[in-house]
């Protein structure tokens, strides 16, 4: 297997693993199965993975990386860059910081590489079921939830911080009062949502965009086989002996983008980690640029489709 690159992240040279797993399954895997298939991923070399409270595998991900330090898969805490997310009910007043401890407690870790605003919205109740009442969905008070994530970075229970399904006006909202600017920003990125505008914008900023769904959540409820199943890529990869996966994954690797893809299976999460050393001619980025864009995930399919949610999502 070729070397996973790096990326730098704003001002700092410690350097974040291009590629994560993602630990959001549908249906939910369970806590046994996230654990073995962490596991299994760092055997097969992943030393970054992306959690979030919401996603309710801190606490498997957390174990998992317990058992692989008793058992000398990896030398220290250090060696792997672990990111969860604040969920939408903790972004009130005196919430932010209290929150990251509940994930650090899940996690049984001291701290995490990069604490994420899950989504740019307010939930005054924690409500786990869908639709949310819409009285409790609320605009984020960017001062408040941002001022609560420098002060996590201050109390120094995560290295770093940033955002998650921002736009170009949420982020700009985010700069203008940041002490500690956003370091990533982590939206759904994939050859049908390349996310042109809002890279450009990012790449402008110095903020690092991380791609959730590259494969377009394939099998789960809110993602579909637009890529796995598409004609162009599939060709691509054909002609290059490589995987449709692997196509898609590469793509966003060029676009200098790092990604958090999610397999749970052993031969799919190595073939995965095989997208390092060969590269899309012109001819083939030329026809991936061409492909009709759609948004697969949706604030409307998490909350429910209110006034506020389905402005978020236009935005997006
Ligand atoms: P599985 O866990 O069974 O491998 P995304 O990364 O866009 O969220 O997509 C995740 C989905 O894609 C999961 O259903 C995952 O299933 C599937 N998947 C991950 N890697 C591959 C691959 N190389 N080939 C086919 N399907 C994949």
Known sequence: MAAIPSVKLAGEETAMPVIGMGTASFPAAGLEATKAAVLEAIKAGYRHFDTAFAYGSEKALGEAVAEALRLGLVESRSDLFITTKLWASFSGPGQVVPACKMSLQNLKLEYVDMYLIHWPVRMTEMVWKTPVPE??????????????????????????????????????????????????????????????????????????????????????????????????????????????????????????????????????????????????????????????????????????????????????
């Not at 921002?166 to 939206?187: G, T």
Request: hydrophobic content about 40%; glycine content about 6%.
């Open 135 to 316: 009285e409790l969905v609320q605009s984020l008070d960017m001062k408040v939830v941002w001022e609560g994530m420098e002060e996590c970075v201050n109390l120094g229970l995560t290295k770093r911080i940033g955002v998650s399904n921002f736009s170009c006006n949420f982020l700009d909202q985010i700069l203008s009062i940041a002490k500690i600017p956003p370091a990533v920003n982590q939206v759904e990125m994939n050859p049908f949502w390349q996310q042109k505008k809002l890279r450009d914008f990012c790449k402008e900023k110095g903020i690092h965009i991380t791609a959730y769904s590259p494969l377009g959540a394939n099998n789960t409820k809110w993602g579909d086989n637009r890529i796995l199943g598409n004609d162009v890529l599939a060709d691509i990869a054909k002609s290059m002996g490589k995987t449709t996966a692997q196509v898609a994954l590469r793509w966003v690797y060029e676009q200098g983008v790092s990604i958090a893809s999610k397999s749970f299976n052993k031969e799919r999460m190595r073939q995965n980690l095989e997208i390092f050393d060969w590269c899309l001619s012109e001819e083939d980025l030329d026809k991936i640029s061409q492909l009709p864009q759609t948004k697969g995930v949706t604030l409307a399919a998490v909350l429910g489709p209110h006034p506020l949610v389905l402005e978020i999502d236009a935005s997006l």
